[in-house]
C-alpha cells in the first residue's frame, strides 16, 4: 500500500523560504513521476513542479526560478524547497506519485498521479 507524508509546511513572511518533504512508502522511486501540487481556498488544485523517473524536472511558470523539487532515492522522500515566497503562494501543497504511463504533457496535471497525500498548509503573509 502506497503512503505518501508531507511535512514542513508552516507560515512564513514574504520573500521567505520553506522546504517541504514528502516520506514516501510502499512506493518505488524512479519507476515513474512524482509532483507537488497545491490548492487555494476556492481554487482548483494546480501542479506546481514535477519529477519523472529520468529525473527530469518541469515547474509551473508561477514558481519557476524560485522553488526547486528534488527527490532522495536512499531515503524515499521527495522534496520542494520554496525560496522568495510570495502571499499568493498561500495554499495546501500535496505530494503525488505516479506509477501508470502517462504522456509527459500530463506532469502537471492530476490525471498523471494514482497517489495522493494529505497535504501541508503554507501560509505566507505580506
Known amino acids: 500500500q502506497v503512503q505518501l507524508v508531507e511535512s514542513g509546511g508552516g507560515s512564513v513572511q514574504a520573500g521567505g523560504s520553506l522546504r517541504l518533504s514528502c516520506a514516501a512508502s510502499g512506493y518505488t522511486f524512479n519507476t515513474g513521476r512524482m509532483a507537488w501540487f497545491r490548492q487555494a481556498p476556492g481554487k482548483e488544485r494546480e501542479g506546481v513542479a514535477a519529477?519523472?523517473?529520468?529525473?527530469?524536472?518541469t515547474y509551473a511558470d508561477s514558481v519557476k526560478g524560485r522553488f526547486t523539487i528534488a527527490q532522495d532515492n536512499a531515503k524515499n522522500t521527495l522534496y520542494l524547497q520554496m525560496n522568495s515566497l510570495k502571499p499568493e503562494d498561500t495554499a495546501m501543497y500535496y505530494c503525488a506519485a505516479g506509477d501508470r504511463w502517462a504522456p509527459r504533457g500530463w506532469l502537471l496535471l492530476q490525471r498523471g498521479y494514482n497517489y495522493w497525500g494529505q497535504g501541508t498548509q503554507v501560509t505566507v503573509s505580506s
Open positions: 519529477i519523472d523517473s529520468p529525473g527530469s524536472t
